[in-house]
């Protein structure tokens, strides 16, 4: 116990073994702020002790020795509380007879591959919180698209949208497809704060994402939104205008990167000619297909934007030609016309 | 191949050893071994990949332009390359050229990719294999050894000894290994310049790019570029240090993780110049990608034609979790040449997942299929590999020589008929430098990681010119980056692309302006 009331150790047990890419592990590498490293090597002051568990980057030399910490929290023997983190979606394993979709380690008495829907039944309410990396893991993501064979679904599908932790804390859910870099490292970081006593729950929306980082929109934050507002649209993506025309739908999709960047300020999505295809949403990715149409609300308000976007812009490129000139008393002339009165003899 | 005498089966006891799951890797993946350690060999192995998500089956009836933005998701390490080749599929069917500057850019983005992934890949995956904590743990001997070995290309990255270097690599502690921490992120901003984010890009379409073509845009790049140079300047010696130390040090490693020379390529880097995306065209401007296309048997370039690359491809099953498509369905019955194309041809595949026990003796064991090469010559379905992808890439460009890039900003890649030589420009901290990727004499571990080091320096140099050739394009005013097309009601196309970790396909079939089949085949399976 830290002398906040809060622990000093904790694990983060991830389990990539969803119906997923690993595109979100892969993410976090990336983060700068704060970089993996920083949490790991005790760079942020005041944060608990941290052993990361994560398939992609853990040392160990993989099998029974990379299990051994999920083993442990099975059986109450971690001897510190864990952050149970899940990447991919849930599949139904209710369907398949026999066999498994995806599996995490074997059954040591059986032999059999063990499902993560056995690890998440087992370990989630062990954790002390459950954090879902990424849409697909969130809300199902792409490989819970119509006609999958798989049945797959997101994490508060599978355990219930009221679950609550050990720690009684709801699933926290940050999406996005990939997760972006920094929102991730940024929400284990305040759980890491919370965790030592340090911050109060982590403030949550109804589908379960941290609200300072998901409660804006895309078109909220795009630098292209000026030329939305003059009703200027890009036809091809050519164009460095607006692309609600051709595919964005930012203005009703609830993300930070147009505003944040990618990685360090760098890339985005509609920003920098990348349509949003609304990877961070529940809806994701049906409710967008075909991904390069329209969507249908853009019509309505493009329209209304378009018929007073060209006369303010008219408008706009007059006041932007005077402004544009220099005032008349800046000069090489033999007098002085800014308006003081000088005091030198002439 | 028996690359040892065979020990007859009754003298041996074997122990099972199992590693599930494997780390430090990307995917699901467990490896079953019998060992024989009184002889010290691996007698059997069989790997197992435990996870389906059915791509193939979820994408039909879809529309074909969604084919890139879904693709991609299939990995979240080179979805990028996804991406690209299902654009360079789209662009088939479709029949729109992009413009040249958009080809650039993704050559660009293509190349970071590269950059970042066999550095992330290379420097804090792989290399925790050769480490000191590890070495320590597996082999102090060796370690004994690598304190007294005098490293020496010390003068060029600073490391005295060859334990030096292993303790460089220490994962989150070492100093290289922070370092190459950093040069992944350096390269993903590169990345994220020419496609939008990472790893799933958002400015790539069928038909060009969105990215905004200025002169900061590629002045951002080339910036970071110089700075990555100086890196790539000190960890190929570095990396060839280690290894050589490998051979020398523990005699007959060369014969660990060793395969026949069985090496397929199937090309990176589209010239804009000579790529028209047609099918009827794809030998010659197959050719003329800068990271030549090949098939590599024992040695020996067996053709550099996409076509015959393309009408190879089979399909197998045996030890997967899946239906046979013997009864299915044919798509494609003639290639637009004419040619036939055989049932088994990713064209014609039909994904039917019968989900069942895992059998490790009999099988099934795997999700994965067991994509062969039909030679034509000897009727042989061969089990070509990628040799983790670079080494491939290496060993078809080099034997076909072919590339010869020179920029004049002093960067350039020439392929000689037996090596590659990677010339990096002079920058602030480091003068020009010349490395030559010489054929190795075998395709095992050791090469497939050196090469993994050398594609690095390859592709560094190539940006370099693809860089030059995409700022004289915006400095003539050429700055259009999209090219409209139409949907066809019904067409094929196929995209063929060097993933990271090498081969990767596309095939695509529509009919009524909706994918019919779509089967990817990248380099794992």
């Not at chain 1, 995806?102 to 998440?120: K, M, Q, R, V, Y």
């Not at chain 1, 969130?138 to 599978?158: K, Q, R, S, W």
């Not at chain 2, 860089?467 to 196309?493: N, Q, R, Y």
Request: charged share 20%; proline share 7%.
């Amino acid at each position: 116990m830290s002398e906040n009331g809060g622990v000093e150790e904790v694990y983060i047990l991830w389990i990539s073994e969803g119906m997923s890419c690993d595109g979100d592990s892969v993410s976090i590498t990336a983060a700068t702020l704060p970089s993996l490293e920083d949490v790991v090597l005790g760079n942020i002051p005041g944060l608990p002790k941290v052993h990361l568990h994560n398939k992609v980057l853990h040392h160990s030399l993989g099998g029974e020795e990379f299990l051994r910490p999920f083993r442990q929290a099975l059986d109450d023997e971690l001897g510190a509380p864990f952050v149970l983190v899940i990447e991919g979606s849930i599949p139904n394993e209710n369907i398949n007879g026999e066999g498994y979709w995806t599996s995490f380690g074997n059954d040591p008495a059986t032999g059999e591959p063990l499902t993560i829907n056995w690890w998440i039944d087992r370990l989630a309410p062990k954790a002390w919180a459950v954090v879902a990396a990424g849409t697909c893991a969130a809300y199902g993501g792409i490989h819970a698209m119509a006609g999958n064979p798989t049945g797959c679904m997101g994490l508060a599908d599978y355990l219930g949208w009221d679950f609550r932790s050990a720690g009684g804390i709801p699933i926290v859910n940050v999406p996005g497809c990939p997760v972006q870099p920094d929102n991730f490292m940024e929400t284990v970081t305040w759980l890491l704060y919370q965790a030592a006593g340090l911050a109060p729950m982590i403030p949550l929306d109804e589908q379960l994402r941290p609200t300072w980082l998901f409660g804006k929109t895309v078109h909220e934050g795009c630098d292209r939104a000026g030329y939305y507002e003059q009703g200027d649209f890009a036809l091809d993506y050519n164009s460095p205008k607006c692309q609600v025309k051709i595919g964005c739908w930012g203005p009703v999709v609830n993300c930070n990167v147009t505003k944040r960047g990618w990685m360090d300020g760098i890339g985005g999505c509609p920003n920098v000619g990348g349509i949003c295809i609304g990877c961070t949403m529940p809806g994701f990715p049906d409710k967008f297909m075909p991904f390069m149409d329209q969507p249908p609300g853009g019509t309505v308000s493009s329209s209304f934007t378009q018929a007073y976007g060209a006369m303010i812009r008219r408008l706009r490129s007059i006041t932007n030609r005077t402004v544009n000139k220099e005032p008349r008393w800046r000069h090489n002339r033999g007098e002085l016309t800014t308006g003081y009165n000088p005091r030198w003899p002439r | 191949m028996a690359i040892r005498e065979e020990v007859p089966q009754q003298a041996r006891n074997l122990v099972e050893m199992s590693w599930d799951p494997i780390t430090r890797i990307v995917g699901n993946l467990g490896i079953y071994t019998k060992i024989d350690f009184d002889n010290r060999e691996v007698v059997e192995c069989k790997s197992t990949s435990s996870i389906f998500r059915g791509y193939s089956v979820f994408m039909k009836g879809k529309d074909p332009r969604d084919s890139h933005f879904i693709t991609s998701r299939i990995c979240g390490i080179c979805g990028d390359n996804h991406a690209t080749c299902s654009c360079y599929a789209q662009q088939m069917a479709y029949g729109v050229k992009p413009p040249p500057l958009a080809e650039w850019i993704v050559n660009l983005g293509e190349a970071a990719e590269y950059m970042f992934d066999h550095c992330i890949f290379q420097d804090n995956l792989v290399f925790v294999d050769f480490c000191e904590q590890l070495v320590r743990e597996t082999n102090p001997g060796l370690l004994r050894r690598a304190e007294q070995t005098e490293a020496p290309h010390a003068d060029v990255h600073g490391y005295r000894t060859i334990a030096d270097i292993m303790r460089a690599f220490n994962p989150f502690t070492g100093d290289l290994y922070k370092e190459a921490l950093q040069m992944a992120r350096l390269t993903r901003e590169m990345f994220c310049l020419m496609e939008g984010r990472h790893v799933h890009p958002s400015t790539l379409y069928p038909g060009g790019v969105g990215t905004v073509a200025t002169p900061q845009l590629f002045t951002d790049y080339l910036t970071r570029l110089m700075r990555f140079m100086d890196w790539v300047k000190k960890i190929v010696p570095a990396n060839d240090d280690v290894f050589d130390f490998f051979y020398e040090a523990l005699p007959g490693y060369e014969e660990v993780g060793r395969r026949r020379v069985l090496l397929g390529c199937w090309g990176s880097f589209q010239d804009p110049g000579v790529c028209d995306y047609r099918y009827q065209t794809m030998n010659e401007w197959g050719r003329a990608m800068f990271v030549t296309p090949g098939v590599v048997v024992d040695g020996e370039l067996v053709t550099t034609a996409l076509v015959d690359i393309n009408l190879g491809i089979r399909i197998l099953l045996g030890s997967s979790y899946y239906e046979d498509w013997e009864n299915e369905e044919m798509f494609v019955e003639r290639d637009p040449l004419g040619n036939p194309v055989d049932r088994r041809h990713p064209w014609n595949q039909t994904t039917i997942p019968k989900p069942q026990r895992r059998d490790l003796e009999k099988g099934p064991y795997s999700w994965v299929m067991s994509p062969r090469w039909y030679d034509r010559r000897t009727g042989d379905h061969l089990a070509l590999d990628t040799g983790g992808g670079a080494l491939a890439r290496l060993w078809a460009t080099a034997l076909a020589g072919l590339v010869d890039i020179r920029s004049s900003f002093g960067a350039g890649v020439r392929a000689t008929g037996e090596s590659v030589e990677i010339t990096l420009p002079k920058t602030a901290a480091t003068p020009e430098t010349r490395f030559e990727w010489k054929i190795p004499r075998w395709s095992n571990a050791i090469e497939r990681d050196r090469a993994r080091i050398y594609f690095i320096a390859y592709s560094a140099a190539a940006a370099v010119y693809f860089v030059e050739k995409a700022l004289g394009l915006v400095h003539a005013g050429e700055t259009k980056v999209f090219e409209d097309f139409e949907v066809p009601e019904e067409g094929i196309g196929c995209g063929f692309h060097e993933a990271v970790r090498g081969v990767l396909s596309h095939h695509l079939v529509i009919r009524d302006g909706k994918i019919a089949n779509y089967h990817p085949y990248p380099p794992t399976p």
